[in-house]
C-alpha cells in the first residue's frame, strides 16, 4: 500500500507516517516548507513539497499517482484567521479530493473535527473553522468517485497513547490522544469496509483494532 498524507508534517500525520512505515507501507507526505523534508523522512516518509493554496488540481493529482490510499489531514492551524479556514480546512481539502479522483485513488481518509458543521453558527475563528470542516466533509461524502471515510476525533492531547477508544457514529463528546488517532486511521485505511462511514472518536476501552473491526461490522 502506498499512501499519500495532505499535511504531512502534521502532529497526527508524523505519527500515522511512523505507524504506516513500521507495518511495511510506503508513505508520502505533502508540506509546504521544504525545511520539514528532514522530519517525514526520519518518520519513514517520502516528503513532497507542495502548497496546496495554490497548486493546481494536476499538480496534486500527480503527487497522488501510484498511490492506493489518500490522508487529508491538513489545517490552516490554530494561529489561523478566517480566511484560511478556507483555503486550507475547507478548499485544499475540496482539491486533494478532486486530484484524489483525477489520479484513480479510491480510498480517502479525512481527518475532520467533532462538531463539523457547514451551517455551524457563531463568528469566532474556531466556528468558521467548523463550518469549513463541515463544508470540506460534506463535499467528501457525495463524491461516487471516493471509497471515503471521516473520521471526527474529540479533543486531542499528546498524553501517551493507550490503544483503547470509543469509535462511532455519535461518541459523545471527550478527549483522545493524537496516539490513538494515528493508530485508528492506519486501521481505517486498512479495512476498507469501513468506507461510507463518518466516524467520531474519542478515548475509551476497547481496543483499537477492535473498535475498527465493530465499525466495518455495521
Avoid at 507501507?25 to 519513514?44: H, M, N, T, W, Y
Wanted: aromatic residues 2%; hydrophobic residues 45%; negative net charge.
Amino acid at each position: 500500500m502506498r499512501t499519500v498524507i495532505a499535511g504531512g508534517h502534521g502532529q497526527i500525520a508524523l505519527r500515522l507516517e511512523r505507524l504506516l512505515a513500521a507495518r511495511g507501507g510506503e508513505v508520502a507526505g505533502i508540506v509546504r516548507d521544504p525545511k520539514q523534508s528532514d522530519d517525514l523522512r526520519a518518520a519513514g516518509a517520502e516528503p513532497v513539497v507542495l502548497d496546496l493554496e495554490s497548486a493546481s488540481v494536476e499538480e496534486v493529482a500527480a503527487a497522488l499517482e501510484g498511490a492506493t490510499a489518500a490522508v487529508f489531514a491538513a489545517g490552516a492551524g490554530p494561529g489561523s484567521g478566517v480566511a484560511r479556514k478556507g483555503t486550507v480546512d475547507r478548499d485544499a481539502a475540496v482539491l486533494f479530493a478532486d486530484a484524489a479522483e483525477r489520479a484513480g485513488v479510491r480510498r480517502y481518509v479525512v481527518v475532520s473535527s467533532m462538531g463539523a458543521d457547514p451551517a455551524h453558527p457563531g463568528d469566532e475563528i474556531f466556528d468558521a473553522y467548523l463550518r469549513a470542516k463541515g463544508a470540506a466533509d460534506a463535499d467528501v461524502r457525495a463524491r461516487d468517485g471516493l471509497d471515503w471515510t471521516v473520521l471526527r476525533p474529540g479533543q486531542l492531547t499528546n498524553d501517551a497513547g493507550t490503544g483503547l477508544v470509543t469509535l462511532g457514529a455519535s461518541t459523545g463528546r471527550g478527549p483522545v490522544t493524537r496516539d490513538d488517532v494515528a493508530a485508528v486511521l492506519a486501521d481505517l485505511l486498512e479495512t476498507p469496509s469501513t468506507a461510507g462511514l463518518t466516524l467520531e472518536l474519542i478515548g475509551g476501552s476497547v481496543p483499537v483494532s477492535v473498535a475498527v473491526k465493530d465499525v466495518a461490522g455495521n
